[in-house]
């Protein structure tokens, strides 16, 4: 006879409630239902479910959205609709054959089109959106994330932009027609990412590989000044990194794999050196310097720790000490 111990009852349990909250919080959220033969006459829950009947599930949500789902066979089969809350237009379209989703469609309050999804295959998708007049803004065809084909379009119906085979410069607006990004695509990912503020002015300028920032990253300001330029190494700081302050240059910091590592210096008016600071591997780790009135005043550092000069250098001694009995241990062996 098998024993079960407290904790695997006690899981079962959690499971079981969970399932039953979960249907609950379901059941809550629907006003109504109803089952609707696809000959125009309602029946019962229990006809629907034991006959598979053709048909319509209409569906009214504590939300005020209703669900109108068509069905064949127990599987759905054709339309199913989503409403605004509160009204009969239509939000969303979604298109089924035999329980597959093949077209999805979403529309603004007023019924006309944003976007519509075709599945040509459960990785190959074409899409295509629109301007709020009704226009195309774009078609894309993708296999997974790889951008396979792209036609951009501006306000007076023109192709601004094209992706081809993989390769070619992707658009992307806003409803109201303004550029919000572009994009380099090679292969089908993108290489280089520009934002815009509203207005047009660059935002920031974005290199990738592999969807990662890799590279030399710049951010604007609306005014068009340089707010940071910051070195990457797939999505992580390495190298240099230097940040502005209406348009000045305020603060320099080098970084390794993500850690400070090297000088930081601070700036008065983008010019003048009012501190640096030596840092290894996320530490303050040597000198600190502060300038003020032609004088200066250094601070030493060791690991993080303030020590004296002296300290400093005595330490400095014992690891090179360190490193070189390492060395002759290595070359013996």
């Excluded at 009852?9 to 959690?14: D, M, Q």
């Excluded at 006003?31 to 029946?43: A, C, F, L, M, Q």
């Excluded at 609709?81 to 093949?102: A, D, K």
């Amino acid at each position: 006879m098998k024993r079960f111990s407290p904790l695997y009852i006690a899981l079962s349990g959690l499971l079981v409630f969970g399932c039953q909250n979960s249907s609950k919080d379901q059941n809550e959220n629907v006003v109504s239902k109803r089952y609707i033969h696809k000959y125009g006459y309602d029946v019962s829950k229990e006809e629907w479910d034991g006959a598979s009947y053709p048909g319509q599930v209409i569906t009214t949500l504590r939300n005020g959205v209703t669900v109108t789902a068509s069905y064949e066979d127990g599987v759905l089969h054709g339309p199913t609709t989503y409403t605004f809350p509160h009204s009969h237009t239509t939000e969303s379209l979604n298109i089924y054959e035999r329980g597959n989703l093949v077209k999805k469609v979403t529309y603004d309050i007023r019924g006309i089109p944003q976007k519509e999804q075709v599945f040509l295959s459960p990785s190959h998708v074409k899409t295509t959106k629109w301007y709020q007049k009704g226009t195309p803004l774009s078609v894309e065809e993708y296999h997974n994330n790889e951008l396979l084909e792209g036609e951009y379009y501006n306000e007076k119906n023109e192709t601004a932009s094209r992706v081809s085979k993989g390769s070619g410069v992707r658009i992307t607006r806003d409803q109201h027609e303004n550029i919000i990004a572009k994009e380099t695509i090679e292969n089908g990912f993108p290489i280089l990412k520009e934002t815009f503020h509203p207005h047009g002015i660059p935002h920031t300028v974005l290199p990738l590989s592999g969807g990662k920032l890799h590279g030399e990253k710049k951010v604007f300001a609306p005014t068009g000044e340089p707010v940071s330029i910051e070195s990457y190494k797939l999505d992580v700081l390495h190298g240099p990194a230097t940040y502005y302050q209406n348009g000045c240059r305020y603060l320099e910091v080098n970084y390794r794999e993500g850690l400070k590592h090297g000088k930081e210096r601070h700036f008065v008016d983008g010019e003048t050196v009012v501190e640096e600071t030596e840092w290894m591997e996320g530490q303050k780790h040597g000198p600190s310097i502060v300038f003020f009135d032609g004088m200066s005043r250094t601070r030493f550092y060791y690991n993080n720790q303030a020590v004296s000069k002296e300290k400093y250098r005595e330490l400095c001694e014992i690891e090179e000490n360190i490193a070189i009995m390492s060395d002759r241990a290595l070359n013996k062996e």
